[in-house]
């Protein structure tokens, strides 16, 4: 039986199912209670970005494994993100009037998010400015550990519905069978709440700023989070003091070798360059 067939459109060499379809028996798994895989987030994805083709973002989740992510033009946008944890959340971005970018979390909204996500989310914002702003949002949480997957579609969902995922508390009894209905059926419907909560001014638990770099706009960090090599290593411009990674400014391997070097960035190479004709 050919169920939920992903859009051609938005696939490249990293998109493994490419042409390939969640089977009947793939999407009764999830009637068994453990994780979501990427393939049932995918699927739901999908059907999401068929639905609701103005809406930005719902990327295969893959493409955030390995850091691909595509900066998003669109005002508005909604990610499904793996954190690298054996854990699923949502990203979203133009939602409540917030330039921040939203983060629904089912395990804890309170929680800082992985090194992983951050970089995820600065990759498909490319914030105009040297610093990410991220929300933590309120949400509902899951009550027995696996259902972070089940928990991010919902949440994608409701937003793409409309509706503020803050104010909504889930009938979690049925969750997973909406789910399993939404993929045999080929279209995704709101989950069912058993209740709502007044929370119409989409205020955040918590906001994080966090410093860019780089004319990519990425955070850094010290520590290996499995990023690709590309992000592992910056140099700092001796007149700006931004950080640089050698592949996006051409920065020779003489330079990155040695700590002593003198470097200047592409931008103060070039206003300096101004100065001096003048
Ligand atoms: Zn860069
Ligand atoms: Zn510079």
Not at 18 to 42: A, D, R
Not at 53 to 59: A, D, N, V
Not at 84 to 102: E, M, R
Request: net charge positive.
């Amino acid at each position: 039986m050919l169920i939920a067939q992903l859009d051609s459109q938005q696939q490249t060499s990293l998109d493994s199912r490419s042409n390939e379809i969640l089977e009947k028996v793939e999407i009764q798994e999830i009637s068994k209670g453990g994780y979501l895989n990427t393939e049932h987030i995918n699927a739901a994805i999908a059907l999401l970005r068929t639905e609701f083709p103005e809406i930005g973002g719902l990327f295969n989740v893959q493409w955030g494994q390995n850091l691909s992510f595509p900066a998003i033009e669109k005002d508005q946008w909604i990610q499904i993100i793996h954190t690298s944890q054996n854990h699923w959340i949502t990203a979203a971005f133009g939602y409540g009037k917030s330039t921040n970018v939203l983060i629904y979390d089912s395990l804890n909204s309170r929680c800082i998010p992985t090194t992983h996500t951050i970089y995820c989310v600065a990759q498909l914002r490319h914030s105009p400015d040297n610093s990410l702003k991220i929300s933590l949002m309120p949400c509902e949480n899951q009550e027995d550990g696996v259902n972070c997957g089940t928990f991010a579609i919902a949440f994608a969902t409701a937003l793409a519905f409309k509706l503020n995922p803050s104010e909504l508390r889930f009938d979690q009894t049925i969750m997973r069978q909406h789910l399993i209905n939404c993929l045999l059926n080929g279209k995704m419907e709101a989950f069912s709440v058993i209740s709502t909560r007044k929370n119409s001014n989409w205020r955040p638990r918590k906001q994080l700023s966090i410093n860019l770099n780089c004319i990519c706009k990425m955070p850094f960090s010290e520590k290996d989070c499995g990023m690709p090599e590309k992000y592992r290593k910056v140099v700092q411009c001796l007149s700006c003091k931004i950080w640089y990674h050698p592949e996006c400014e051409s920065i020779p391997d003489t330079v990155v070798g040695d700590k002593n070097s003198l470097w200047f960035c592409s931008q103060c190479r070039a206003r300096k360059r101004k100065r001096n004709s003048k």
